[in-house]
T-cell receptor, first 115, second 110 residues
Framework: GAVVSQHPSWVICKSGTSVKIECRSLDFQATTMFWYRQFPKQSLMLMATSNEGSKATYEQGVEKDKFLINHASLTLSTLTVTSAHPEDSSFYIC???????????FGDGTRLSIL | QKEVEQDPGPLSVPEGAIVSLNCTYSNSAFQYFMWYRQYSRKGPELLMYTYSSGNKEDGRFTAQVDKSSKYISLFIRDSQPSDSATYLCAMNTNAGKSTFGDGTTLTVKP
């Protein structure tokens, strides 16, 4: 089946640093990828839609300058949390559909802890 | 009102029980219906995917879609402790962006 790989799985860093999370589609090309945030015991919150070769589309209330998304190739999207603070600590998950309206396949998520 | 409402749970059942997980929706444009399973500290895993009304079976899992009632269900037969997880329903329009339910946490006790 379709595989989406996310890296790193866990990162701890100091307040003020920037953190980059990678999302790769391993066995298919993904023109669209999605980035979610999930708080404990809550559902997925869509942050942005990443489009290969164009700007990402952010959901209402998500700061574009805080969460930088780059989708430079058909198999890689990155999310950079800039100047991270403790309130940015969360579980970040990416996903991609194999094609257009097909179901999304998810990465295993990145646990981000900001001290 | 949310577009997708999922029975909140949590559910706790004995091993071997039949489990029913349910979602309702309000958007008639939803065409694709999915069930995901999420273990703690992991990304969601696609379990079942259906396009039209009716039933789809895969081993111990059966997905049911009733578009006329805007209601979908996932049945798990002979539930096992390894089925303990959070189950998310999700729905797509033709545009491809998914709308998720809030999830139901299931515990199957040995």
């Amino acid at each position: 089946g379709a595989v989406v790989s996310q890296h790193p799985s866990w990162v701890i860093c100091k307040s003020g640093t920037s953190v980059k999370i990678e999302c790769r589609s391993l066995d298919f090309q993904a023109t669209t990828m999605f980035w979610y945030r999930q708080f404990p015991k809550q559902s997925l919150m869509l942050m942005a839609t990443s489009n290969e070769g164009s700007k990402a589309t952010y959901e209402q209330g998500v700061e574009k300058d805080k969460f930088l998304i780059n989708h430079a190739s058909l198999t890689l999207s990155t999310l950079t949390v800039t100047s991270a603070h403790p309130e940015d600590s969360s579980f970040y998950i990416c996903s991609a559909p194999v094609a257009g309206n097909q179901p999304q396949h998810f990465g295993d998520g990145t646990r981000l802890s900001i001290l | 009102q949310k577009e997708v409402e999922q029975d909140p749970g949590p559910l706790s059942v004995p091993e071997g029980a039949i489990v029913s997980l349910n979602c309702t929706y309000s958007n008639s444009a939803f065409q694709y219906f999915m069930w995901y399973r999420q273990y703690s500290r992991k990304g969601p895993e696609l379990l079942m995917y259906t396009y039209s009304s009716g039933n789809k079976e895969d081993g111990r899992f059966t997905a049911q879609v009733d578009k006329s009632s805007k209601y979908i269900s996932l049945f798990i037969r002979d539930s096992q402790p390894s089925d303990s997880a959070t189950y998310l329903c999700a729905m797509n329009t033709n545009a491809g962006k998914s709308t998720f339910g809030d999830g139901t946490t299931l515990t199957v006790k040995p």
